[in-house]
């Protein structure tokens, strides 16, 4: 059974910091684009950060515009899991975070294979 399990969330005051990680398993990820993606209340799903699979452990990323900067995100334990470290957290970063991969590397919410099941990130002011 494929799946992915996130874990990390909480409750942060703004300026915080906050780590997420996301596990994969049931098959191999390696070189699926993986990344992170958020839905606040009342607004839709929205891209946060991604990895593309160059070569062997070599991943490209990219970040949402009002995330540069302040988060990183990466690759690891052979490509089967990400993590995002999330700085200078603000209060509109308080949403609910989904891990999702995608087998042919769009990473867009129509082509994802793959959702975990959501992490709940609450910054306050």
């Known amino acids: 059974q494929v799946q992915l399990v996130e874990s990390g969330g909480g409750l942060v005051q703004a300026g915080g910091s906050l780590k997420l990680s996301c596990a994969a398993s049931?098959?191999?990820?390696?070189?699926?684009?993986v990344g992170w993606f958020r839905q606040a209340p009342g607004k839709d799903r929205a891209f946060v950060a991604g990895?593309?699979?160059?070569?062997?452990?070599?991943?490209?990323?990219t970040y949402g515009d009002s995330v540069k900067g302040r988060f990183t995100i990466w690759r690891h334990n052979a490509g089967n899991s990400v993590s995002l470290q999330m700085n200078s957290l603000k209060p509109q970063d308080t949403a609910v975070y989904y891990c999702?991969?995608?087998?042919?590397?769009?990473?867009?919410?129509?082509?994802?294979?793959?959702w975990g099941q959501g992490t709940q990130v609450t910054v306050s002011s």
């Open positions: 999702a991969a995608d087998r042919e590397g769009a990473l867009t919410q129509e082509g994802v294979d793959y």
């Open positions: 049931g098959r191999t990820f390696r070189s699926d684009a």
């Open positions: 990895t593309w699979w160059i070569k062997e452990n070599i991943y490209n990323a």
